[in-house]
């Protein structure tokens, strides 16, 4: 069994008709396995702040997941609200992450700087925003991954590194 | 016909009284020209709060901008409350261009990360501060004109590109 | 007699019933004498929101501190609250110091990424989060102390430089 227990959301209006393959998603699911963990909770939903802001809660304090990695939504799109849907839900702000995934992933496009992603704390679960395209996920999550795992034990109360 | 409008708003006690030129507004009208812009709305107001936050909605709402420049009132005197309105007044935050815009002219001014400019969507409109000085207007306008056109398209609904 | 008068803040459980001996206070008093600062006022309290923000109203409204530096709390755990309790008594937001911070000392620590530190401004005080560990301490400081004299000149509405 996994370490940790991670619930990935995809945050795409054509995704959850079925008009896209979630191939983000698809591949959080992969990445996770490299920090240990395994994806319990998993869903394809609409850009809509409310059932975002839904789902990261059922996953957080219903589903005990301890990570949630969403994807989509964080760009200029009139559409793109998941890190407000983010902003509502969190407890406890953690800007480092995003500001670190923009400014190494500003290597490979300059885009990155658009990026609105937010991450933060509700309760014992981290919830980090994640680009809605494969390459920007893979290379996000790369920046970030070595200090997932001390994250993840230092939020569920394990002081002991 | 320039592709984009956009509006500068120079927040200044001593410019509104017209006891100091507006050196970093005329600046911005200039450099907008390289992304294909036109200034459409120009006011120089004073550095409070309510006025600019007023002067944003305006020129947002009614004036239908594209994008709106901020110069002046993002520092640490007790009049600097720009990024203050602006906060008010968004939707959407995007903190991926101040973050930059600190970052890359650090190695001009070590007091870059003094500067607490904001920047944020409101409906279609991008609002972006931008410090007081035309030194500093001009740097910052260099880091992230790049991108700004691709901002300003998927802003508008284009997804094209 | 030192220019400026420095409120240290040290947020810890263990310390404040005095199971852990406040190294990272200790150097705070030491460092600040680089900037001509004294401290004038410190406390030990525990990771409680509500003392952390009763504690930098009374530095900054009562005591007149010109700067506070707060150490501890800025991590995961449960208990670490004091961006929290400083976001919520700051009247501005001075982001580009965390954000400096946080990208400096990535040189020597990868979980730099996860501080959660903040910085503001409440009237003429300035508030920054330090790291709980003497050595985070003292490698946030040596980032920003270069900048710290002039920072709060200006907000003391000292605009000669």
New interface residues.
Partial sequence: MARWKVGVLTASDKGSVGEREDKSGELLKELVRRIDGEVTEYQVIPDDQSTIEEHLILFADMKRCDLILTTGGT????R??T??ATKAVI??????????M??AT?ANT???????AMAG?RG?T?IINFPGSPKGVKECFEV?E??LP??LQ??I?N?EH
Same sequence: chains 1, 2, 3.
Avoid: C, M, N, W
């Avoid at 760009?75 to 009139?78: A, D, E, L, M």
């Avoid at 407890?91 to 670190?100: C, F, Y």
């Fill in positions: 760009g200029f799109s009139p793109d609200v890190p407000e407890h406890r702000e953690v800007p480092g992450l995003p500001e670190r923009r400014a500003l300059k885009f990155a700087v658009l990026s609105r704390l014992k981290l970030i070595e200090v001390h994250a230092i939020l109360g002081t």
